[in-house]
C-alpha cells in the first residue's frame, strides 16, 4: 500500500469535526513500556504512540503531532492530532460540543463528501477521552490521486477544552480495522489534555467565591 499522508487527505481534518463512542477511551490501561510519550507544550497535551510507529514531519500547521506505521516500507496505518482553535467555542460545554456535533452529522458528512465522493458512515456516537465527553465518527472512503486508489477505514475523536477542539485521527485500510483498532484504542486511551494556567486561574477563583 502506497503512502496515505498526502495534503488531500489533511483536507478533511479542517472541513469535518468526527470522532468515537459506545467505548470509552478514558485512561484505559496500557502497557506503556512498549510506547514512547509525545507532549505538546503549547496545546497542553500528552499522548502515547508505539515504539514501532515512527514519528514524522507534519505539513500543517494545526497537526500537532504525526506518527506511521509501516510494512516493507509502505505506510499501512495512520495518526494525527489536530488542534484548532475557535473564540466561539470558548463558552460551549463538553456535552453541548457533542450535542451539536451529533445534530450536524449531515452536514458534516456532506462536507466530507466533497473531498471523498464514496465516503461512507459506519457508525458514530458519544464517548470519553482524557475524562471528558467527545465524539466520534467511523468512515469509509478512497483516496483518489492520479492513478492511484487508496480505499481507507477513518476513525476520528473530537474533545472540546477552552475553544480548541482536539481531533485525533486514524487510518489504515478497511480489509486492517480490525487488526489495528486495538492499537488505535490504546493510543486514544493515553490521550491526555493537562490543566492550563488559565483553567487553574479559574478554578482558584471560583473557589473563593462566597
Not at 484505559?28 to 514531519?57: A, C, E, H, M
Not at 470558548?90 to 451529533?102: A, D, H, K, L
Not at 485521527?169 to 493510543?187: K, N, Q
Request: glycine share 2%; with cysteine; charged share 20%.
Amino acid at each position: 500500500m502506497r503512502q496515505i499522508n498526502n495534503s488531500g487527505c489533511r483536507a478533511l481534518v479542517f472541513l469535518i469535526m468526527f470522532c468515537f463512542a459506545s467505548h470509552s477511551f478514558a485512561h484505559q490501561p496500557t502497557q506503556q513500556s512498549n510506547l514512547i510519550i509525545y507532549r505538546d507544550q503549547q496545546f497542553s497535551f500528552t499522548v502515547y504512540y508505539p515504539k514501532t510507529w515512527i514519528r514524522v514531519d507534519p505539513t500543517n500547521p494545526t497537526t500537532r503531532f504525526k506518527a506511521e506505521s509501516s510494512d516493507n516500507g509502505d505506510v499501512v496505518a495512520d495518526f494525527n492530532v489536530v488542534v484548532s482553535y475557535n473564540q466561539k467555542l470558548e463558552s460551549m460545554s463538553p456535552s453541548e460540543f457533542v450535542e451539536s456535533s451529533s445534530k450536524n452529522s449531515q452536514s458534516l458528512m456532506q462536507a466530507m463528501r466533497r473531498v471523498f465522493p464514496d465516503a461512507r458512515l459506519i457508525n458514530e456516537g458519544k464517548t470519553y477521552i482524557s475524562n471528558r465527553q467527545a465524539y466520534y465518527r467511523l468512515t469509509e472512503a478512497t483516496y483518489r490521486y492520479l492513478d492511484t486508489e487508496m480505499p481507507m477505514s477513518i476513525l476520528q475523536i473530537n474533545a472540546l477544552f477552552e475553544g480548541n477542539t482536539y481531533t485525533l485521527t486514524f487510518r489504515c485500510p478497511p480489509e486492517r480495522y480490525e487488526e489495528f483498532l486495538p492499537t488505535f484504542e490504546t493510543i486514544a486511551a493515553t490521550f491526555t489534555i493537562r490543566p492550563t494556567e488559565k483553567t487553574i486561574h479559574q478554578n482558584r477563583n471560583q473557589g473563593r467565591r462566597p
